[in-house]
């Protein structure tokens, strides 16, 4: 399903009733079309003059809409945001992102009302699939010292860096770039520093052909 605003918030006074006793404020809740997260919670701490943060302000909660996720998964993910909520809001202390107070919450809600949260999305070959949003990539395919392809989808202002940094790489034996809009691309995240995500060759090749070679200055 495609979630709206309203449908958004509706559900957020149901769950906030049902898991956390009504206690937190309505905050914005906005769409996303990103394709680096599922949900996320922003906000801004709020320091003394030690520097000590005192409180958190200017909450928003964002869904991205970029993958046609089941309902369940759309309100599992909507309720694992309000676990960061209700964490920020109260002041309270965790271990980590996903600490011990994090986990605790989340299996106390999958054990009394039957959800599935998890600690995060791992999107599925089909979900990727159905990413079809047509953009502009740039991307570098290496060969690796050690026989494996890989594969850099570069932020449009990051490509000079990233490949004077491939070309003295050591692991990197040849790179050559491209340009294309294959939706195929979207699956990989736009890097800004260099990475390599090791491909299947035979299933790069096949989204090669309407790929156009780039050329550099020396």
Known sequence: MTPTVGYLEERFDTFNDLCFGGALPRIPIKLSSARSF??????????????????HEDFILRISTR?????????????HE????????????DSST??????AKMKEINAQYGRHLT?????????LDRDTKVSRHYFCV??????????TVAASTRVGAIRRAF?????????????SSDPWFNR???CRTPKLFPVDPAELQAHLADAAPLSFRR
């Open 142 to 151: 290496s060969q690796l010292a050690d026989g494996r392809t890989a594969l």
């Open 167 to 179: 070309k003295w790489s050591p692991s990197v034996r040849n790179a050559v770039w491209y340009a």
């Open 82 to 93: 309000m676990i960061h909520y209700w964490i920020a809001y109260n002041g309270i202390r």
């Open 67 to 79: 993958f046609d996720l089941p309902e369940a998964e759309v309100e599992d993910t909507l309720i």
């Open 119 to 127: 600690i995060s999305h791992k999107s599925t070959p089909e979900e």
């Open 188 to 190: 990989f995240p736009r």
């Open 38 to 55: 599922v949900g996320r919670l922003q906000y801004r701490p709020v320091r003394d003059w030690r520097g000590r943060v005192v409180r």
């Open 98 to 103: 996903h600490g011990r107070v994090f986990r």
